[in-house]
Structure formats: C-alpha cells, structure tokens
C-alpha cells in the first residue's frame, strides 16, 4: 500500500523541522535577516529563535518557506556543494561495507541539508529537497524524477529546469511552468523543423509536421512505418492547451496545476524525442536528393531481395 504524503507542517513534523531551523541558523544573523525581509516579517533582532516564534505565530506552515529560503539564500551551503564538495573515506570504508566511501564532511551546511533531506522522508513529507537547484520541491516518482533528470541535461534544459520547478516549487506556478514547458518543446523542436526560419513558435512547427507528416518519422517504426501522428497529437495538445497565450482574449482562463504538471512531463518526453534523433527526416525523403541507382538487367527480382 503506497504510503500516505503529508502537504505543509503535520504535527509530528512540526518540532523536529523547528530544531533542524535553528540549528542550522544559530550562527547566520544575516540569513536570519534575509529570510525575515522575504517573509515580510519584522524582528527586533537577527535571531533565528525570534524569526520562529513570529512564523509560528502567524502560521506554522511557513517554517517550510524559511527551510526553501534558507538553503537557497546560503552561500556557505553553495560553497560545500559546488567548491568543497564530499571526503574521501577510502580507508575508513574498507572495514565495513555499511560505511559510505564517500560523504559530506562533519558539521558542514552540506551535511545538515542531508538530514533535513532524511527528516522529510521520515516525516513522509510530500516535500523533499533538490540537491541541484537548492530548494524544496514536491516527491515524484524516482523513475520518473531519473528521467526528467536526464532531459534536462540536454540543450533546452534551463527552461525544463524552470518549468519542472514552477510546477513542483514549494509554491507551484500554473501557468510559469505551462510557459516554460512550451519554451522548452520550442528550443529543441526548432532548430530541428524549422531551421531557416525567423521568429518560430511552436504552433509553427505543429503547421508544419501536419503538413509534411510524409517527409518526417519516428524512430520506433511499427505497423505505421515511423508514421509522425502521435508526436502531432502530442504537440497539438500541448499547443492548444496553453491558455497563457490568449491572454486578454475571449478563451483566457488561469492555467490550472493538474493541466500545467501533465504539459511539463509531456515536454521532457518531446524535448528528449527532439534532442535524440528519435524525430527525423525520412531516410527515402533524403534519398530522393541523391542521383538514383542504375537499373540493369542484372539486378535480383523483388522476391530474391
């Protein structure tokens, strides 16, 4: 039975979240300050006790945005994970197999995100942290986390990147992550479709698949021989269901979040299509521009091919 996910600050949650807060922020009356300014919440003084009792004071739930502010206004935590990085414990871990060979050095900001990363999956919070991007964001499924992961190391990554944390953000933007996926399908699809063109938008490319559906294939070939009618369908439907684009209009409606999370998987499917060759010109349609083979007598009957 899949395990029940607690949004926001459950109360089994709520004093180990506040311990782990000012144990990583005793020493940070700067962070302190910065973290208060951004809450919009006055202090006395730079003292991470006082900057508790006024969030708890106001709502519990915001010990959350002073965890996602935290780790994203930290220098001293960039600076362990991108400069100082993990030790190595090569001796030490060759006397037990349970000991890690490599981890974050003690007492370091990199070693404290790794036990709030521990206590939110022991709290079954549906949050958890983003090691890369150095916030709080929603669980998903590991598979299905690998996979975005991958795509977004490949060319439109930023935008994927955006749109993967607007959607799954500690406060989900609907319609900046429908943006982004959009920007992110027209980054790869682009300069693959319409190389020469100008300013192209992604309604372009759709025009242009459906209109040459027989120049262009799929990788996986069955029965409809790389036939391009589901990548057509999917960009049609991520196309037309981005209601930011008719803003002001008649048809204009907020992005809803269940819609925006759907448009954002479905761009890190076709920007990986995109980005792999598993969308391309047909092979006979490049041929055609080739001068074609003799045929003599000698060449085999069909049937002996």
């Known amino acids: 039975m899949p395990e029940t996910l607690f949004d926001g600050v459950p109360d089994h949650l709520q004093q180990p979240l506040t311990e782990w807060i000012i144990q990583y922020l005793e020493r940070s009356p700067e962070l302190v300050q910065r973290i208060a300014l951004r809450l919009r919440l006055p202090l006395q003084t730079p003292d991470v006790r006082e900057l508790v009792d006024a969030v708890l004071a106001r709502e519990a739930q915001e010990l959350l945005d002073v965890v996602d502010l935290a780790i994203q206004l930290d220098t001293a935590l960039h600076w362990d994970l991108d400069v100082r990085g993990m030790e190595d414990n090569t001796m030490e871990a060759s006397l037990a ?86 920007r992110a399908v027209e980054a790869a699809a682009i300069p693959i479709v319409l190389p020469n063109g100008g300013q192209e938008t992604l309604g372009k490319v759709l025009s242009h698949l459906q209109d040459a559906r027989d120049k262009w294939e799929l990788a996986v070939e069955g029965k409809t021989h790389g036939a391009i009618d589901p990548l057509v369908a999917m960009i049609k439907m991520l196309w037309h269901g981005h209601t930011g684009r008719h803003s002001g209009g008649p048809t204009f409606r907020p992005q809803r979040l269940d819609e925006a999370q759907m448009a ?23 041929n055609t521009r080739s001068e074609p083979a003799d045929v003599t007598e000698s060449s085999p009957a069909v049937g002996q091919l």
Not at 116 to 130: E, F, I, N
Not at 266 to 282: E, K, N, P, Y
């Open 97 to 182: 197999a349970w000991i890690p060979k490599w981890r974050w050095p003690k007492n370091s900001r990199a070693a404290a995100l790794e036990q709030l990363a521990c206590l939110l999956a022991d709290a079954g919070s549906a949050l958890q942290v983003d090691w890369k991007e150095r916030h709080l964001r929603r669980r998903v499924d590991i598979t299905v986390a690998t996979a975005a992961e991958h795509t977004m190391t490949l060319e439109s990554h930023q935008h994927l990147r955006d749109a993967w944390t607007a959607i799954y953000g500690r406060h989900p933007d609907p319609a900046k992550a429908y943006d982004e996926a959009v």
């Open 264 to 286: 954002v998987h479905l761009a890190v499917t076709l920007v990986h299509w995109f980005s792999t060759d598993a969308i391309r010109r047909r092979q006979r349609d490049q």
